[in-house]
């Protein structure tokens, strides 16, 4: 159907180049009811997500980041990778240090998506400049493994460091497991 609706506007489009304003009328219309259906709420969204997503689509970034979990986990939605990814891409675009992390995790996991150690790398490293200490941990991991990026201890103990400062216990025993001593 995609391909329908591809090969239906390029051929509205070349309509439209050839001089006939009706069919640019067309493709106009077609875009504009394009985006407002990708903007609508997906049928399989439950009652009580109606709000949320009105929400998101507002600009609420903890909104945004409910209804990319939804769809994450399939809790109130059915369940679309590509949905979470979407959501979760535009609350971190918006500063959301958790959504910045989770799309990490579905990048370093290859959860729905093709798996992607540079990408999560990527996001784990915005989420831990955005101080988010589960994105610090995963940060010194990648360090740690060389997953991602070129290994690099002093690096990861940096970050474990950083994250452990902020209350992660994962960090916390990462130091103790690598032998750094950490008393604060």
Known sequence: MLLALTATSACTRSN???????????ASQQTKASKAQAEQPVPT????LAETFAKARSGDVYAKTRLAEAYEKGEGATK?????VTWFTKAADAGDSNAMYRLGRIYATGS??????????SWYKRGARAGNTDAMYSLGEAYEHGTGVREDI??????????????NKAAKAALER???????
């Open 178 to 184: 690598l032998g750094e001593s950490f008393d604060r």
């Open 16 to 26: 439209a180049s050839a001089g006939a304003p009706h069919a640019a009328s067309q």
């Open 112 to 121: 729905g998506v093709e798996k992607d150690y540079v990408e999560a790398f």
């Open 45 to 48: 969204l439950a009652p009580e």
């Open 80 to 84: 679309d990778i590509h949905q979470a």
């Open 154 to 167: 002093q690096q990861a103990v940096n970050w474990y460091d950083q994250a452990t400062l902020r209350g």
